[in-house]
Each structure stands twice: as structure tokens, then as C-alpha cells.
């Protein structure tokens, strides 16, 4: 097998009208399984979908077989891969007809039989169609040719020309499936799973009454709000007369400059971004300005930059646009609502869904009352400040400790268990997307000018608070690697010093990612848990990490109720423990277990 690959992407939208550039999370998506399936470096293409309209698709579905054979290169050598990524999870399934099934087989047989150095992954839906057939007649059974069918439920089987029958290659994997949904998903969703909530003090626009309790932040999902204001952005300069310019302001939000500047230089418009404050110039002085900003809060700001522009002499749409409106504002099922200004009628016209930012009176906010100013959304602090910390350990009752280090019946001596803890699922299902956040500012600042959170390899138990907070992490960062999680049964052994079990699991799921990342240098690990008790858990996964070579950077627990140690492994290995918060002594113990060097 090669040990360099590149990746074709044809991504078939079966019923849409138009092309579209594939996304960088799909492009990783497809990059992370060529890697699985083949080894080796793996690089990808930037590509445009495929699309057949619904009439396309009565009248000429052959163009299907055109467009995945065009521009495909021969491979350079044995040293380079070609691999040809065939998607059609975009496309409706009952669109997927049995002659549309029929071309995409022949197209593949054609793509394998004109150059051997080629191999192709389809990913499709767990259907029964003539793809198979159809590959199958087109290379003929004399012929040593085969495809790998990826289905949507994470199985994976190996289509051969000279065998009737499909080899199973892979088993199902829920894992996979969750990830392709969220990939699949409508637009206004991913874009809601990539928003951040911040959780803090923050002043409330101009208003000296208010504050708030959180701020939104909309930094990592610059691509999908640059689609949704493309759309709107359009619609306008369809009906617009007079020459458009989009006129942008922010003031907390430097993403917003990104957004304009990818829709401007897509539709042709200029962009212009308006300060605060001071003369609107180095700006047109006749024409449409369309105004785009990144919330709506008061309302003062909107007002005063209508009053500016106009001044200047351009004309103001009467849609404004706004990324983050307040549901307060828009009324239910409503994404506009109307604000008079200049003795004009506007509509602010909101992007995401609506955001609730919970305003309060600042005479009856509990952190203002104790002194607390608000602060500004920029500026954030490794760590969750303790007012945060309590307000979520608080907001619902706590559980009985149910899983952890020790034997789930007790039998074994281990650790003894909180009697309560934390209802951490519901808590990550809250505001995990603000937490998980918080771990990769953390690794930010402990890395002082190391690379960026995306070579960061996340390593937790297999547990389900902490998958509810690794699904979070990737909703928003599609590109980073898999959080590798290790079942508890195989922590408990470590912890003894037994390793069979794991000897025996070192190429399958868990034991095969750890296998990987191992061969590979350009990752950093770091251990991640909910809390963090008698270091148990935490040494337990340094010691299996150590037999797959692996050294941990650092280890982070959301809390730590042992603060002050260090984990240290005989070998001399230490790791230092970065929490999010620290709680000591949380309870009355008997001594604390000494960890592996005789150290309490
Ligand atoms: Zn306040």
C-alpha cells in the first residue's frame, strides 16, 4: 500500500439546483477516514459537490457517470494513492433511484479499470441498490478490482469484482453515524452546535441598567454563518436598484469582519467596516448600504450607525442583518422584528436562531450586588471563576457516585465512592459547550507557543458524562481528532498492574486509536475527566497510555478535590494536573491513598 494519499471528493447532492464548495469539517471528515481505511498521510482536495436538479435527475442521470469520472488523475507512482471518496449521504435516499445507482457503480468500475493505482470509497446509505451489480459488470469477474462501501451505520464492506458476495471489513459503529449527522445536519443546527455560550458577567450593549449572564460568540462557525448571510445577502442585491455595499460593525466580535469579507469577495460586493465610533469614511456616498452586525442588543448602536450612514448619503436597507437577535426581541417563531429609525421603518432581520442572554437590572443582580463588575466578553481567564463553578454544581441535585475507579459492586478494595456528586450529564448537556471550551483555553495557555488545540488528542474513560463533553468539543471543532476513551474494566486492571486484557484489545476500537497515535508524532495527549478524587483514574490511564509508549502533556480535570499533587508513575513520569476549578478537601477521609511512589 502507498504511504501518501490523495483524496478526490465527489460529494453527490441528488435534488439540488446548484454547485457548492464541500466544507473544511467534510474535507476532514474524509481525510480521517481514507486514513482509517488505508494508513499513511493523508490529504484531501478542496472540491465542489455534485448536483443533479430534479429534472437533471428524469432527464439525464447519466451526468452522474460524467461528473465522477472528470478530473480524476493516474497515480504518480507506488508511493502516492490515488483515492476517489464517492458521498452520497447528502442526497434524499429515495432519490437515490436504481439507474442513479446503476451510473455511480459503472462510474467506479470505470475509474478502477483506466488506472489499477486508484481505490474508491463509497458512503452510502444501508440500502440494498444496483451499485454493486452494475461494478461488478462493468470490470467483469476475470478482473482484480474492488471498492470499500462505507455505510451510514458505520459498517464497512469490501465489494470485489471477481466475488459475488460483499466482504464484511468492518463492524457497525455508532460513533461514526453520530459524527455523520452532525455533519449531515441542516445548516441552522450546525451552526447552533458551534456557537459558544459564554457564562460570566458581561455588560449588556450600551446600557449602564443592565448586565448579563452570557455572551455568545459565533468564532467557530465563521463558515456556516457566512452561508446563511450569503443567502440573505443576495436576496437583496436582487432587489436592489442602486449600487450594494455591505456596511459591518462589531464590537466585540472580530469574526464578524471574516463573515463580511467571505460574502463580499463571493457576491462580487464591496465591504466596509464601520467603527464605533467617529466619521463613517473612505466609504461610497451614494448607492444601498446593507447593513450587517453581530447582535442587536438595545438597539442604540443600530440607531446611532443608521443615523451616521445615511449622513454620509447612502441609502439604508430596510433589512438589517443581525446575527444573534434576543428571543425577547423577535417574538415566538418570529426571525425579524421591526425598529423605527430616522423616521424610517427597519427590519432586523436575525441569522442564528434566537439567543436568550438573560438581561437582568443591575440594582438585582446577585454579582453586582457583591461588587462584581462586568467584564468585558474579550477578555476571559483560564479556569471557571467560583461563582460560575457553583452555579452549575447547584443547578441540579446531585447523584450517587455511580461509576468510577473500584469495582462497580465494591467487592474489590478501591477508592471508596462519594456517597453525591455532581449530576455531571446533565451538567455537560447544560453548558458543556462552555466547559469544553474552557479545557482547550486551558491547553492554550499551558502551551506556550505550541501548536494549536487541533493536535491536541483528548484521552477520558469511557464514561457518559464525559462523552456528552467530547460530542460537545467536536460539534464545534469538526476537524480535530477522535477523543480516545478507555472503558473502565480495562482502568481497573491498570490500576492492579493488569494488562491482558488490553494486550489483547491493542488493534480493535480504543487499543487501535491509542496503536495509531502512538506511530505518530504530531499529536500532543492530554487526559481529561470530570473530577478529579484520589488521582486513581488519572494514573490508571498514564500507565496504559504507557504501554502503548504514549506520554501524556498534562492532565485536566474540570475539578480537582486533591489539589496541591502531582502525578507521578515509577518510572519518574510526572504530569502536571491543570483544573478548571479546585475544590480541597470536600469531604471528612480516612488517610488518602498513597499513589505509586509512597506520596499522599
Ligand atoms: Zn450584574
Given at each position: 500500500m502507498p504511504e501518501r494519499w490523495r483524496v478526490f471528493p465527489k460529494a453527490i447532492r441528488l435534488g439540488r439546483a446548484t454547485t457548492e464548495d464541500i466544507g473544511p469539517d467534510r474535507l476532514a471528515f474524509y481525510r480521517r477516514l481514507v486514513g482509517d481505511i488505508y494508513r499513511g498521510d493523508v490529504t484531501v482536495e478542496p472540491s465542489q459537490t455534485i448536483y443533479l436538479s430534479m429534472s437533471q435527475l428524469r432527464t439525464?442521470?447519466?451526468q452522474v457517470f460524467d461528473r465522477l469520472i472528470a478530473d480524476v488523475p493516474r497515480s504518480m507512482g507506488p508511493d502516492e494513492g490515488i483515492a476517489v471518496l464517492v458521498d452520497v449521504t447528502e442526497s434524499p435516499p429515495e432519490l437515490i433511484s436504481e439507474p442513479v445507482a446503476a451510473h455511480v457503480g459503472e462510474a467506479i468500475g470505470t475509474l478502477l479499470l483506466t488506472d489499477p493505482g486508484r481505490q474508491v470509497v463509497v458512503m452510502m446509505p444501508a440500502l440494498r441498490t444496483r451499485l454493486q451489480r452494475s461494478f461488478r459488470r462493468v470490470v467483469g469477474a476475470d478482473r482484480q478490482a474492488h471498492m470499500t462501501i462505507q455505510y451510514d451505520n458505520g459498517s464497512r464492506v469490501r465489494v470485489s469484482a471477481d466475488q459475488a458476495e460483499d466482504q464484511p471489513i468492518h463492524p457497525s459503529d455508532a460513533d461514526y453515524t453520530k459524527q455523520l449527522q452532525r455533519l449531515n445536519q441542516p445548516i441552522e443546527d450546525r451552526l447552533g452546535g458551534k456557537i459558544l455560550r459564554r457564562l460570566g458577567h458581561f455588560q449588556f450593549?450600551?446600557?449602564?441598567e443592565h448586565c448579563t449572564r452570557y455572551f455568545f460568540d459565533a468564532s467557530y462557525a465563521v463558515q456556516e454563518v457566512s452561508q446563511l448571510t450569503k443567502d440573505l445577502v443576495l436576496e437583496e442585491k436582487r432587489s436592489s436598484t442602486a449600487p450594494l455595499v455591505i456596511m459591518s460593525h462589531q464590537t466585540h466580535s472580530p469574526w464578524l469582519t471574516e463573515v463580511a469579507t467571505e460574502v463580499a469577495q463571493r457576491l462580487g460586493i464591496p465591504h466596509f467596516g464601520l467603527p464605533t465610533e467617529g466619521d463613517v469614511e473612505n466609504v461610497p456616498n451614494s448607492g444601498d448600504a446593507l447593513l450587517l452586525l453581530d447582535v442587536v442588543n438595545t438597539g442604540n448602536t443600530t440607531k446611532a450607525l443608521i443615523k451616521r450612514v445615511r449622513q454620509r448619503g447612502l441609502n439604508v436597507r430596510q433589512t438589517i442583518l443581525a446575527v444573534f437577535v434576543d428571543r425577547e426581541r423577535l417574538?415566538?417563531?418570529?426571525?425579524s422584528y421591526k425598529m423605527v429609525a430616522e423616521n424610517s421603518t427597519y427590519w432586523i432581520r436575525s441569522i442564528a436562531n434566537p439567543i436568550e442572554r438573560?438581561?437582568?437590572?443591575r440594582v438585582r443582580c446577585e454579582q453586582c450586588i457583591l461588587g462584581i463588575e462586568p467584564t468585558d466578553p474579550r477578555s476571559s481567564q483560564p479556569g471557571i471563576r467560583s461563582f460560575d463553578m457553583w452555579e452549575i454544581l447547584l443547578a441540579h441535585k446531585w447523584v450517587p457516585e455511580?461509576?468510577?475507579?473500584?469495582d462497580s459492586d465494591n467487592t474489590q478494595p478501591g477508592p471508596r465512592r462519594f456517597s453525591l456528586v455532581p449530576d455531571f450529564v446533565r451538567i455537560f448537556k447544560e453548558y458543556g459547550d462552555w466547559i469544553a471550551f474552557k479545557l482547550d483555553e486551558m491547553l492554550t495557555t499551558m502551551r506556550t507557543g505550541g501548536a494549536g488545540v487541533e493536535e491536541a488528542v483528548y484521552v477520558c474513560p469511557a464514561e457518559p458524562a464525559m462523552d456528552t463533553l467530547t460530542d460537545l468539543l467536536r460539534a464545534r471543532h469538526g476537524a480535530r481528532p477522535v477523543p480516545v476513551k478507555i472503558p473502565r474494566p480495562i482502568l481497573r486492571d491498570a490500576e492492579r498492574g493488569d494488562f491482558s486484557t488490553l494486550e489483547q484489545e491493542r488493534d480493535v476500537g480504543w487499543g487501535g486509536q491509542l496503536s495509531d497515535l502512538a506511530k505518530s508524532n504530531s499529536y500532543s495527549v492530554v487526559l481529561i475527566d470530570e473530577f478529579n478524587g484520589s488521582n486513581t483514574t488519572a494514573l490508571s490511564m498514564l500507565k496504559v497510555l504507557q504501554r502503548f509508549d504514549i506520554t501524556a502533556t498534562a492532565y485536566l480535570p474540570v475539578?480537582?478535590?486533591?489539589?496541591?499533587s502531582a502525578l507521578r508513575l515509577p518510572s519518574g513520569l510526572e504530569v502536571p494536573v491543570c483544573p478548571l476549578y479546585e475544590i480541597p478537601a470536600p469531604r471528612a477521609l480516612g488517610p488518602a491513598p498513597l499513589d505509586e511512589t509512597g506520596n499522599r
Open positions: 439525464s442521470a447519466r450593549g450600551t446600557s449602564t417574538g415566538t417563531g418570529q426571525n438573560l438581561k437582568r437590572k455511580r461509576y468510577g475507579p473500584g475539578i480537582n478535590l486533591n489539589p496541591g
